[in-house]
C-alpha cells in the first residue's frame, strides 16, 4: 500500500522559514513533487525532483527562496521553504509519480499540511 504523510507545516511570520517533510512508504518513485492550494483555487506546482535529485524544477514564484531535496535512504523528500511571504499560506501536498509541473502526472497524494504565513 502506497503512502505519502506530509509533516512540519505551522505558523510562521513573513520572513521566517519552515521544512515541510513527506514520509513515502509502498514503492520506490522516479519523482517527487509538492503542490499547494488555497480554498477557492486550483492546486498548483511548487518544485519537483527526480529519483537520483539530479534535476529540480521550481514555480517562479518560489525560486530562490524554496528548496527541494530528498533522501532515498529514507524514503523520503522535503520542501525547505525560506523568507516566507503572506501569500504562501496554503495547504501543502506532497505527490509522487513523474518528473513534471502538471497534476495529472502523479498518482499518489499525501494528505496535505498547513502553512500559515502571518504579515
Known amino acids: 500500500q502506497v503512502q505519502l504523510v506530509e509533516s512540519g507545516g505551522g505558523l510562521v511570520q513573513a520572513g521566517g522559514s519552515l521544512r515541510l517533510s513527506c514520509a513515502a512508504s509502498g514503492r520506490t518513485f522516479s519523482a517527487y513533487g509538492w503542490f499547494r492550494q488555497t480554498p477557492g483555487k486550483e492546486r498548483e506546482f511548487v518544485a519537483a525532483i527526480t529519483r537520483s535529485g539530479g534535476m529540480t524544477y521550481y514555480a517562479d514564484s518560489v525560486k530562490g527562496r524554496f528548496t527541494i531535496s530528498r533522501d532515498n535512504a529514507k524514503s523520503a523528500v522535503y520542501l525547505q521553504m525560506n523568507s516566507l511571504k503572506p501569500e504562501d499560506t496554503a495547504v501543502y501536498y506532497c505527490?509522487?509519480?513523474?518528473?513534471?509541473?502538471?497534476?495529472?502526472?502523479?498518482?499518489?497524494w499525501g494528505q496535505g499540511t498547513q502553512v500559515t504565513v502571518s504579515s
Open positions: 505527490a509522487a509519480g513523474r518528473y513534471t509541473t502538471s497534476l495529472v502526472g502523479y498518482d499518489y
